[in-house]
């Protein structure tokens, strides 16, 4: 069956022509689409999740699985570039994800939950965007852990530069970004929650945890348990993906469990990673952290010192 679409482009399979026809995305032509495939879909269908380069949203297809090949070799034949899920998010903004994830029943694949925002993107959010309304829920819940009492540890790998009560506050912040783009997703990839708590601090003595790669028998209880930072069932198993993770509680210990890390030995933000090739640090050196422009955002509550603070009561002050 051959459908015609502008410009007198053949399409070879009906299913492309209905793709285009369900989502509303007629387009001249294909050249420069992208597509990848979710797993993690309805049993029986196959989602392909969709980027046009001329179109600012990413759509989604869903087929049968009986015909994935078949739909492979027809989007491949029209130009369209099947790709894997993280070179995906590497093409499209964290800010067209948000919108793809809008609506009744919409949710972000896993493989989507890892993509964090770069510097101009959110640098350039408005005020009223939800990325800055949780990322205001965030810094009050460290302010009320107590991140601005804490000892500062001065501390530089991975070019972090800590050495003021700001470079604290801040560099949690950043971290949350990388952990679960400011609170919005749980990505369960060794942590849990915004600031990526790891399950075996909420866990009691006697129970097991994944230590480094190997189960392990805990010798003693977790250093934030009892708490809520990680979120759990009745019987105590976690749960890596619920929309608990959105909760006021959950968020306020999930954020004293990371100030007790911070303090636990002086360890300072070593439980995020001292090297390029693990943590959340390796994305957040000093450089990184202060071109985010958390002040624009946060003002008074990016602050921890009377010093900072003052400056944001005088009107020609520019931070």
Known sequence: ????????????????LIFMLINS?????FDG???????????GVVAYICKHPKQDHISMHRVPHLLE?????????????????????????????????????????????????????????????????????LAKALHEAGVCNLDVVKQNFNDINIRIPEDVLHQFLCIANSESVFGRDNIGIGGRGPFGIHPMHNQPKGTWATVGRTPTKLE?????????????????????????YYDSKVILDNAKCAVKLYQNNKNGFKDWGTTKA????RHC????RNDLQF?????????CTKICRDKFKKPSNQI
């Open 1 to 16: 069956m051959l459908a015609y679409i502008p410009k007198g482009k053949m399409v070879k399979n009906s299913l492309i």
């Open 25 to 29: 995305a007629v387009l001249a032509n």
């Open 33 to 43: 689409s992208f597509c990848t495939k979710s797993v993690e879909d309805i049993e």
């Open 69 to 137: 090949v078949q739909t492979d070799k027809d989007l491949q034949a029209e130009g369209v570039e099947l790709i894997e899920p993280m070179e995906f998010v590497k093409r499209v903004t964290p800010e067209q994800l948000d919108a793809f994830a809008t609506g009744p029943n919409m949710k972000l694949p896993k493989c989507f939950q890892q993509i964090y925002y770069r510097l101009d993107e959110f640098n350039a959010l408005p005020s009223d965007h939800p990325t800055i309304v949780r990322l205001t829920r």
């Open 220 to 244: 003693k209880d977790g250093l934030c348990y009892p708490s809520q930072a990680v979120v759990r069932d009745q019987k105590g198993d976690e749960i890596e993906d619920n929309t608990a």
């Open 278 to 281: 693990w943590g959340s640090n």
């Open 285 to 288: 050196s000093g450089k990184t």
């Open 295 to 303: 002040f624009k955002h946060l003002k008074e509550l990016g602050c």
